[in-house]
């Protein structure tokens, strides 16, 4: 998940990039600023199809793109500049990861008005490394390449070496292969450092080193940018509630079920089903049924909110009946 880092008089503060993000002086705002010529409920930055869409909420001071106040709301395209109470963010098109994915260059007018203090890249650029190319499978990991190799050469070409780059994943990743365990670097230090940014490199060079340097594919990948799209299937219910009868747990378990275990590390150490994921937070597959064993029904209804489509995500109490 892509992070955005607001500095303003107050600090900073870094916060998850959802697809719709509220701005403003109050704290019920999913990215607050400080500050008071800044309104409680200031603006809105959303994502809608493939873009994102700005939209002022009667703020008293206004939001400005490129210089205009926007009235009501406006699309953000490439090159558009945000100006939110001397903070500028112009939003610069970096495809290669996605097609459609943008990085922000921050300004603080108030010490330079030409030069950006930092950049949010995003799953661009990262420390030490580039954003995988092959998010949306094999048909467009080849095109997305190129594109990636474009954004490098042209959109890093004229910014100073001294920006601040943050990216949206560090060490772990499996948005990328080598990533640095640093949350933040230069782009100067990127230029001596990170191989992607090599000017030796050309194109075919770096398509094939950067798609051969590619993590293992996850399953949801394929899933990932049409559910983000167009959201989750709504479940009604919250299931979790009844317990699962012995037999009918067996028989789940049989038929290749993933038992999760969300008690804490020593419940499960004293006893648990045979071949329970003993993890509470996982990444499985959603597209796979998930049966939970918890002592509580609100450890379930938290698991549930954590593996989101787990679908069958059931409270069995039966540890005794099955425990080692």
């Not at 210089?67 to 558009?80: N, W, Y």
């Not at 943050?166 to 949350?183: I, K, L």
Request: net charge negative; with cysteine; proline share 7%.
């Amino acid at each position: 998940m892509a992070k955005l880092i607001v500095i303003s008089a107050d600090g900073r503060q870094e916060v998850d990039l959802l697809p719709r993000n509220t701005l403003g002086r109050h704290p019920n705002n999913s990215i607050q600023i400080l500050d008071r010529i800044v309104s409680k409920e200031h603006c809105i930055i959303a994502l809608e199809g493939e873009g994102f869409v700005l939209k002022d909420l009667g703020s008293l001071n206004g939001t400005y793109i490129n210089a205009e106040r926007v009235q009501g709301q406006k699309g953000l395209r490439d090159g558009d500049e945000i100006a939110l109470v001397g903070v500028r963010l112009k939003a610069i098109h970096t495809p290669g990861h996605t097609y459609e994915h943008v990085s922000w260059a921050l300004f603080d007018d108030t010490r330079s008005q030409d030069t950006p203090w930092l950049i949010f890249t995003g799953d661009f650029l990262f420390v030490g490394d580039v954003g995988r190319p092959d998010l949306l499978g094999e048909e467009s990991k080849r095109e997305l390449a190129r594109r990636l190799f474009q954004s490098v050469r042209e959109k890093l070409a004229p910014l100073p070496d001294g920006l601040e780059i943050h990216p949206g994943h560090g060490a772990g990743s499996m948005c990328g292969a080598g990533m640095s365990a640093r949350p933040l670097s230069t782009l100067g230090f990127e230029r001596v450092a990170n191989p992607y940014l090599d000017p030796a490199l050309d194109e075919k060079a770096f398509v094939e080193k950067i798609l051969a340097s590619a993590p293992p594919f996850p399953p949801y990948y394929r899933r990932m940018k049409t559910l983000n799209a167009a959201g989750p299937p709504i479940l009604g219910d919250l299931p979790g509630r009844d317990p699962i009868p012995v037999g009918e747990f067996h028989a789940l378990v049989e038929a290749g079920n993933v038992v999760v275990d969300l008690r804490d590390q020593l419940a499960f150490g004293g006893g648990h089903v045979p071949g329970a994921l003993g993890i509470g937070v996982s990444e499985l597959d959603p597209a796979q049924h998930v049966v939970a064993q918890a002592d509580r029904v609100a450890d379930v209804l938290e698991g549930q909110r954590v593996l989101g489509q787990a679908r069958h995500l059931r409270h069995a109490r039966c540890r005794r009946a099955l425990a080692r």
